[in-house]
């Protein structure tokens, strides 16, 4: 049987030309030495593929329109509006998965004939003649083409049937049915992909359909080839901080109206390119001096104004008045947007996207996440849907998540099969499928703890396991692999408990989840940049547009140079770890020296990363990899950099420097491993004080629920890897005792032009949605994120004090603490039994 498998596969590989020519052929040219190799575009054909790979069959002139593809050579090949990222990303798993995409066009793109352009790759293990692709439109299904693209892109297009566009949101949907070609077994299905190439996929509309966009049309706004949606601020010459703050105002507002999931801000000359928007703020005497604006004629008050894309500019938007009050006035009109169009579907998409928010002391269907019914004649059937929970949701052991399914499953299953519930990306349940001869059930109902949850974005993953003994002969022909094996009924329901509602700091989750900290707080947040270059400002501006998307409103940011003067609200501080006092870095947990040592080569880079306006054309090693596109940084030319007295010696090399450190970084990782698993022992050295801590808590300050620990001292260590940290907490003591007024978010890179570049790859929705702790370091080579867990934390209130609520909120906060809890159970225990003996010695007849 083993030898029929290897023979079936060879002949496979053979006929699609994926046996590789001897060296010295025109592939190799063509392939080139590494990963780092672009694509080039060929003079002919519809794919971007090997010259030795078999030529795609073309569609045949007389096949209906919704089952034709169009091939179209690609030196002719229109522009298309390209697709916008969501946390879903580009890629579908597995023998069953589908990506649902939300794009808004304008009135005058949804006239004329459209087409939709798709360019995927696929894995080489994927069966072309059993596995399918499936492109709908506002849910109607415009066409399917079986997926074979293994060794090079391709590019497909559907004709999209007229008046089916509308104005405003539209959903693109893609369903991929994959199945393997010679493997059967469960782990086989994890093989299987299709990813999807945003650089070179969207709506083909007519290109004059862009000449006319008005204040509406903002969230029409095309994306570059990433996804993200590049913002140009507009300037000559370096801006004083109140014209900056107006600035960064008008990104915050952008990004609202726009609902821009990942907003990427620059500073410089009027960007080109159809991609994007140019941003122009400021009062109507700084605008004379601006070039290209004499049209716009004069400014009497708060005005917006759209000026259209030109053969050499993408679009612009200008934000004026006669003075700052003015400028603010126009901004707080631009956030507030007006009314929001789009087809049902196309609604539905764009909700599902950011997450159906949940409050608590609920129960939702399924069919509102997104989940449709389905019958599944595979292996392994995949499920996902994205919740939001609030920012203020406390993660804890005070309750379960109720997901009651519905539907059935088939007879004669292995005794592999179950029901599988992924939260987060970790298994959370496991459920047997164990009646042999199937079973049909109506509330099949699966716990989910609450402690697995957290504040924001949530993806749950409900996994059908079906395999069948028919699976050992791994026949794509025969009659029980088409048989249905699972169904999932799209009235299954989830029902989530009442939660407990008290922010956590520090807690990066519940930043990056609704800006918790910046609006909650009763002082003004400031955003302190030590460093006022264009990148620093660029990437502040960056984040600052991402965390009002999350927040859902404007957070009026004020801007300081630094940490000291005025009153002192929560603070966000962006800047090159060079500009950070040691004493910022060391008051959050970090050790400054440690961070100099391995940080110091790349804060001597002299060459800018490529994310400076443009983004690398993905090539086929990260298209395999499935990277964020944004999450790329090329090779960084360093120069010597000067010897500081704690670093190594001028004869030292710098690897010397770290292999000289490398064992205590050793020790201190393996010490806070050993705490982190053995929290029993940790948490029972603190037992008096916490205790004592919450009797004063209950009693004490209404804003502050539970006093913070003792700072302590240990440090957590930055792995080398990391382009960029994300830190949170309280610098002192005296800080905790604000609040949130107190906290401190830091975000800090080895110099300004990887704090930029690396800021691009944290926006991105699918590594935004994985930050959380109390630190978050990232390689935005490849949007890699470590996350650190605190070791203490503040709970601070964050809704009207109630009964109900101080008792989930205490039941949550002794879950965390076993320790106490048992404690506390002991003290009881013995006080019940201290007051039973002293009221049984006094009851009762006595002898004698």
Request: with cysteine; proline share 8%; charged share 20%.
């Amino acid at each position: 049987m083993q030898s029929v498998r290897v023979l079936t596969a060879l002949s496979c590989l053979t006929a699609l030309g994926l046996i590789l020519p001897a060296p010295g052929s025109q592939a190799q040219s063509f392939l080139g030495s590494g990963p780092a190799e672009r694509f080039s575009v060929p003079p002919v054909g519809d794919a971007l593929r090997r010259p030795d790979a078999q030529q795609p069959v073309p569609a045949r002139p007389t096949a209906p329109p919704a089952e034709a593809r169009r091939d179209t050579p690609v030196a002719r090949i229109a522009s298309a509006r390209r697709l916008p990222a969501t946390t879903d990303g580009f890629r579908m798993e597995g023998e069953e998965a589908s990506l649902s995409l939300p794009v808004y066009l304008t009135e005058a793109q949804t006239r004329g004939r459209q087409r939709l352009r798709i360019s995927y790759l696929s894995a080489i293990s994927v069966a072309p003649e059993a596995s399918e692709l499936m492109v709908s439109v506002n849910g109607t299904v415009i066409g399917r083409t079986s997926i074979q693209a293994p060794g090079a892109v391709k590019v497909v297009e559907f004709e999209i049937p007229e008046g089916n566009l509308k104005l405003g949101y539209n959903a693109v949907s893609l369903s991929a049915s994959q199945r393997h070609r010679v493997d059967c077994s469960l782990n086989a299905t994890y093989e299987l992909w299709t990813q999807i190439d945003p650089s070179r996929s969207g709506l083909v509309v007519a290109p004059v359909a862009a000449a006319n966009l008005e204040l509406k049309d903002l969230p029409a706004l095309e994306p570059d080839d990433s996804g993200a949606l590049p913002v140009r601020v507009v300037t000559s010459d370096k801006p004083n901080l109140p014209r900056l703050e107006r600035m960064i105002h008008a990104v915050e507002a952008l990004g609202l109206i726009g609902r821009i999931a990942q907003p990427v801000v620059e500073f410089g000359p009027p960007m080109s390119g159809r991609a994007g928007l140019n941003l122009i703020v400021g009062t109507a005497a700084e605008l004379r001096e601006m070039p290209d604006l004499e049209g716009i004629g004069p400014t009497g008050g708060p005005r917006l104004l759209v000026l259209p894309p030109r053969a050499d500019k993408a679009p612009t938007l200008v934000v004026s008045g006669t003075s700052y009050g003015e400028i603010e006035d126009a901004i707080a009109a631009l956030a507030r947007g007006g009314e929001t169009y789009g087809t049902a579907t196309g609604l539905k998409a764009a909700a599902l996207a950011r997450g159906i928010i949940l409050e608590g002391d609920e129960t939702v269907s399924l069919k509102s996440l997104g989940v449709s019914t389905r019958e599944f004649s595979g292996r392994l059937l995949r499920t996902d849907f994205d919740v939001y929970l609030p920012s203020d949701f406390l993660p804890a052991d005070y309750g379960k998540v109720m997901l009651n399914l519905a539907g059935a499953y088939a007879a004669g299953l292995t005794s592999e099969a179950r029901i599988l519930v992924d939260l987060n990306g970790s298994n959370a349940a496991s459920v047997p499928l164990a009646q042999t001869r199937g079973e049909v059930f109506e509330n099949n109902t699966i716990p989910l703890p609450l402690a697995r949850w957290r504040p924001g974005l949530n993806r749950v993953a409900i996994m059908a396991q079906v395999p069948a003994p028919a699976d050992e002969t791994c026949g794509l022909n025969a009659t029980d692999s088409k048989r249905e094996r699972f169904l999932i009924l799209d009235r299954a329901s989830l029902s989530i408990p009442t939660l407990a509602r008290a922010a956590r700091i520090p807690d990066l989750a519940a930043t990056t989840s609704g800006a918790l900290a910046f609006v909650k707080g009763e002082r003004r947040p400031r955003l302190v940049l030590p460093s006022l270059d264009k990148d620093t400002v660029a990437a502040a501006t960056t984040l600052a547009a991402r965390l009002a998307v999350a927040a859902g409103r404007m957070i009026d940011f004020e801007l300081a140079g630094d940490m000291q003067g005025g009153a002192s609200g929560p603070t966000l501080v962006v800047g090159p770890v060079r500009s950070l006092s040691p004493s910022t870095l060391s008051g959050l947990g970090l050790d400054p020296d440690q961070i100099r040592t391995i940080w110091q080569a790349r804060a001597e880079t002299t060459r800018a990363p490529g994310q400076s306006g443009s983004v690398p054309a993905p090539t086929l090693d990260r298209l395999r990899r499935n990277l964020p596109q944004r999450c790329s940084l090329p090779e960084l030319t360093m120069r010597a950099a000067v010897p500081s007295p704690s670093a190594a010696a001028p004869g030292e090399t710098r690897r010397g420097a770290e292999a000289k450190l490398s064992d205590g970084d050793l020790v201190t990782k393996w010490d806070e491993t050993l705490r982190a698993r053995h929290p029993f022992v940790e948490a029972a050295a603190g037992t008096v004080e916490r205790a004592g801590a919450v009797v004063s808590t209950l009693v004490g300050d209404p804003r502050t629920w539970f006093d913070a620990a003792k700072p302590s001292s240990a440090t957590i260590a930055v792995p080398p890897g990391a382009s960029l940290l994300m830190a949170q907490g309280f610098p002192t003591k005296a800080a905790a005792q604000d609040g949130f007024d107190g906290s401190v978010t830091v975000v800090t890179a080895p110099n300004a032009l990887l704090l930029k570049a690396s800021t691009a790859c944290l926006v991105d929705p699918a590594v935004w949605a994985r930050i959380d702790g109390r630190f978050a370091f990232l390689d935005a080579s490849d949007g890699s994120l470590e996350t650190v867990a605190p070791r203490q934390v503040d709970f601070v209130e964050t809704k009207t004090r109630s009964l109900s609520n101080i008792r989930l909120v205490t039941a949550g906060w002794l879950s965390m603490n076993p320790a106490i809890y048992v404690a506390l159970t002991l003290g009881f225990a013995l006080l019940l039994g201290l007051t039973t003996s002293s009221l049984v010695r006094n009851i009762g007849r006595r002898n004698g």
